[in-house]
């Protein structure tokens, strides 16, 4: 059992930056793939990023390439998502999700295993 506990979400202007963070129980943190994913109003939710178990893969959706960087922290069994640049149609509610998986990265959210409770991001014109 994993829990998941998002931090970091709030209101910034279009060119601001956060970073949200993802703080996950448990002793086996490092066997799992994280994911960031993002559900906008009356939108399903979106892949947005993950990271491999071990930190050595990532990937990113299209739309947050070369202004969002996933990374974590095994030994503080945290995962991050630094948003930079963010603009309006970054507005939603994101979520870090965890994959049973030690060699991949998924990308659809029913591969993933446990989600936390979601952390508003909204970013004003």
């Known amino acids: 059992q994993v829990q998941l506990v998002e931090s970091g979400g709030g209101l910034v202007q279009a060119g601001g930056s956060l970073r949200l963070s993802c703080a996950a129980s448990?002793?086996?943190?490092?066997?799992?793939?994280m994911g960031w994913f993002r559900q906008a109003s009356r939108k399903e939710r979106e892949f947005v990023a993950g990271?491999?178990?071990?930190?050595?893969?990532?990937r990113y959706a299209d739309s947050v390439k070369g202004r969002f960087t996933i990374s974590r922290d095994n030994a503080e069994n945290t995962v991050y998502l630094q948003m930079n640049s963010l603009k309006p149609e970054d507005t939603a509610v994101y979520y870090c999700?965890?994959?049973?998986?030690?060699?991949?990265?998924?990308?659809?959210?029913?591969?993933?295993?446990?989600w936390g409770q979601g952390t508003q991001v909204t970013v004003s014109s």
């Open positions: 999700a965890a994959a049973a998986t030690r060699f991949t990265i998924p990308v659809p959210s029913g591969n993933y295993d446990y």
């Open positions: 448990g002793r086996t943190f490092s066997s799992y793939a």
């Open positions: 990271i491999s178990a071990s930190g050595g893969g990532i």
